[in-house]
């Protein structure tokens, strides 16, 4: 029995190792790490956007990305490299089962090599590769052949023979190391992939999210339109790329003028239908450092996505307030080739989405126009996050429309704000929140003064948010 076993490994040994190995697949993206064990991981996702063959040839043209462009001058603009390769190039021709890797760099991966055989890996910095070791193993829960690559550089490459490769280290003096930690196919995924549209989007029955959203002309002191609502799931139905739901909304409307109410506060409660129809445009389907072409002021502007976990650890997409940049918009330079500047169509402008949340946040800031649309909390099933205010509050008059109101300047300011509550003669303790930009709590204060200190805030727009036992209010500020 033994010796019938040893003889079965040793064929189906042979048989993993014989077959060719498909160091890229036209049908697969996949999705690698910089590093294997942080939440806040940098993904860069690689696949096949187009195919030439040409009799035994075959050439595959991967997706581009967005770099920063260190060597562009500067003159008062901020740029981005476009139309880049990511670390697999641009282009992989296939030839006789060699791969061989071109653009920035040229190097050649030769898979169906054998432990010893050496071979050129880059020939104009004369790295030569070695197959130093092969091996069975479990590479996302299936059983593949695994075959260890060392160059002269000492830097590694692990290939596999269903994945590809599966750990490429660049021969640069950065030696970056990427990890493939998912791939996704037609017919399903494999590890971590990269969230798109479904993931986003697909709520549960009995969710609730909580929203509160601002427009304000600060021409005139700050005059806003303001809206808190909340949105329960009442029913769900998936048809083709259409998630549709049935909604109850529920919520109030009010101005004010100068920080003061200016109106009549409206309030309503009704169902209504949502929605979200699955597009190659929508932004939950593009991956980290991808362009996209946003709407703003009835306008189109590029801009990069950036994907990542937030501290949270849901997953998150986001454009605008870009890493490498203070503009969040970007147009085609016409001076220099895959070029772009940034453009001053918004001073500050960022659009969030998260992974069973959809869009987080949509703010801006123009010339003395702000605006605003926040998810502040939400519940789902037994778990609620951030401010979700129950029904009785949105449909009664609450004391911040009657006998308080609230007046906060100044209005950009600098090291201080003033929270004025006009026509009440008691003192008020209150709590107030200050949320940045990506809805993060920076500084939460119990306090009765009317003066609150924020010169430990930097530069930027934030959302305050006053709470007592009688009554919510939301205002965003300006710090100069």
Known sequence: MKT???FVSIILSINLYSQDWNLINQNYKYNYSLSSNSVNNYYT????????TNNEDTIFYLNRIVTKCDTCPNFGLNYLFYNQPTFLQRKVLKRNNAYTFYDTVSFTILPNSNIGEVWIFDTLNNITAEIISKNNEYIFGVFDSIKYIKLSTTDTIIISKDFGIIEFQTTDSLHAKYLLVGVKNVNGSFGFVIPTFIDFFNYNIGDVFQYYSSGCWWGNGGDCSNSVYKMTILTKTIIADTIKYNVNINGKHWDTQGGMPGGDT???NYTDTVLYIDSINNLANFYNNQL???????????????AFFDNNGLFTKKIGLDYYANLPFYEIDTNFVDVLHSVSAADHYVRTLKVGLGQELKQYEVFEVTGIEELIGYVKGNDTTGLVYPDYLLSSKLKSTNNIFVRIYPNPSLNFINIEFENSNKEINIQVFIFDLFGRLINEIQTCDERIQISNLNKGVYSLRIKSNDYIITRMIVIN
């Open 292 to 306: 996209i072409r946003e709407s703003f002021n009835s306008q189109l502007y590029y801009s990069k996505i950036d």
């Open 45 to 52: 996702t690689a696949y096949v956007d187009s195919i030439f």
């Open 266 to 268: 409206t309030y309503y």
């Open 4 to 6: 019938i076993i040893l």
